[in-house]
């Protein structure tokens, strides 16, 4: 397991009650357990109130853990600590995970969608923009090259309701952005690379377009590095 957290240059955008700045850390944590509680009906990971924690402060935060351990609750239970309407954006691989997540997100009665090009059209982007929708997944295909939702994401509606960006298998962006930079041909295991990113190399170039936000909080998600 591991808990990465990086203080950012410039400060965070914080929509959070203005309450949860005062909190000192334990306080703050106590406050994450209770709501998590609330929610699932359970006891949260250590490292899950760690992560919300780091998000809270306005921390970039890298989470590696094993599979099953939990990772998607970390976005839920950050998301649960807001008192408006917010967005969580989540970049995934596959369309298919955004599908599962979005049936999850239903059974703990949270709005989601999973955009593609059978979902994304005017009148869903208008619907994001006015926050009926607090769970937007997407590609990383979809978050780049879509002309729609490049529209969407740099509206000040969407700008302004976007609480969390979440990278899910955050390690293919090491990967993927070697090859998009061609800097995997230097690389002994290049080949191995070349496979596995061959067929995404979108994750290659999301950097530049996840600064262009709000300085909303970032979170990246591994269950392996």
């Known amino acids: 397991m591991e808990l990465l957290q990086k203080t950012p240059v410039k400060p965070k955008a914080n929509k959070l009650p203005e309450a949860l700045e005062k909190l000192t850390d334990n306080s703050l944590a106590e406050h994450i357990t209770t709501r998590s509680i609330e929610l699932y009906h359970d006891q949260p990971k250590d490292l899950q109130v760690a992560a919300v924690s780091s998000l809270v402060r306005g921390k970039n935060t890298f989470v590696r853990v094993g599979t099953r351990y939990g990772k998607t609750r970390i976005s839920e239970m950050f998301f649960g600590l807001f008192t408006k309407k ?48 607090s769970f937007v997944y997407l590609s990383p295909e979809v978050f780049l090259n879509n002309s729609l939702f490049t529209k969407l994401f740099f509206s000040d509606e969407f700008q302004d309701i976007l609480s969390l960006f979440v990278v899910d298998e955050a390690h293919i962006i090491y990967l993927w952005g070697l090859v998009a930079s061609k800097q995997s041909k230097t690389l002994i295991i290049f080949a191995r690379l070349e496979d596995q990113a061959v067929f995404r190399p979108g994750y290659g170039h999301l950097g530049t377009r996840i600064m262009a936000t709000n300085n909303i909080p970032v979170l990246l998600l591994s269950a392996t590095c």
């Open 86 to 133: 917010v967005v969580v954006l989540v970049l995934n691989p596959l369309d298919s995970l955004g599908d599962d997540q979005v049936r999850e997100k239903k059974l703990l009665k949270i709005t989601a969608i999973n955009l593609n090009k059978m979902t994304l059209n005017l009148d869903v982007v208008q619907k994001i923009k006015k926050g009926k929708f």
